[in-house]
């Protein structure tokens, strides 16, 4: 791969693309017959954004296999989730295959999820003036992450669906909130994909309300303690609502914590190593066609023969 004069950092979401993957395309195996439907779906997104985006910088973040520090902190974490798939499984080393074939480095923590390495990531791109980050992934938790450096980028979902790049004003837009604000929107409604408590009995909608209305969970709270204290009344905070915050306190700073994308992840982490380079197409072609991705060989970027013959004819 050439670098691109574009100053832009493309992060992907390892894992949370594979299970997008897996559950949007239909059953594919090679002719031995191992599955690798999560594999053809990571890398034609993957070689979809590399060209929509055209990085000057690029890795791929993924999920460590031991627990992680929330799941040992509440045991409830993500518990309802069904254990991966055993055809699953044996893709997760592919997709890493394809990831190295490319030259894309990798990160990958024990106790951290991807998430926690994009959010470190991201932090310390802060640090890089005029670089833009795209972080490319199926998952609204990453949401929080956007601002005026930081977008996320999605991927369509089946045929006829378009990928969707969300700034600030779009992710406000369907969340109802500003990025900033995402945490405690999860802190009062919950997150039953993660397992993420909340408050019984708020929903989103209750959950925008509040957070349009009180800025933070802190606020929230503030105001409660207000109303507590002076028993008056408020637009807001009344009737059967006014005791779910009461008893859900606790549950909604804990789901707070739990939440939030920890950007503190013991990675070490330098901008150069993270540069598009060159890398061996012929290798990744051959890997392409022993796994049957034909189709994708016409997505790979160009290497640096080619570039080397196009920059000679013109």
Known sequence: MAATTQSRFVIFDGHGLIYRAYHAFPPLSTPEGLLVNAVYGFSRILLTALNDLHPEYVTVAFDHKLPTN????YKKYKANRLEM????????????????????????????????????????????????????????????????????????????????????????????????QIVDLKALMGDASDNIPGIKGVGAKTAQALIQQFETLDGV??????LQETGEKDLFIKGALFQKLVDGKDDAYLSQKLATIDRQAPITF?????????????????????????????LLPKDEFELGVQSALF
């Open 70 to 73: 929330r799941a040992q902190a």
């Open 85 to 180: 798939p055993d055809d699953l499984k044996p893709q997760i080393d592919l997709v890493k295959q394809v990831v190295t074939s490319l030259s894309i480095p990798q990160f990958e923590v024990a106790g951290f999820e991807a998430d926690d390495l994009i959010g470190t990531v991201t932090k310390q791109l802060k640090k890089k003036p005029g670089l833009e980050s795209v972080i490319v992934t199926g998952d609204k938790d990453l949401f929080q992450l956007v601002n005026g450096d930081v977008h996320v980028w999605m991927p369509g979902r089946g045929k006829g669906s378009t990928d969707t790049e969300y700034d600030s004003e779009e992710v406000n837009h369907k969340m109802g909130v500003r990025p900033d």
């Open 221 to 226: 709270y503030t105001r409660l303690a207000q």
């Open 270 to 298: 330098e901008l150069e190593p993270c540069r598009v380079s060159s890398y061996d197409k012929e290798a990744v072609s051959s890997l392409f066609e022993k796994l049957e991705f034909r189709s994708l060989i016409k």
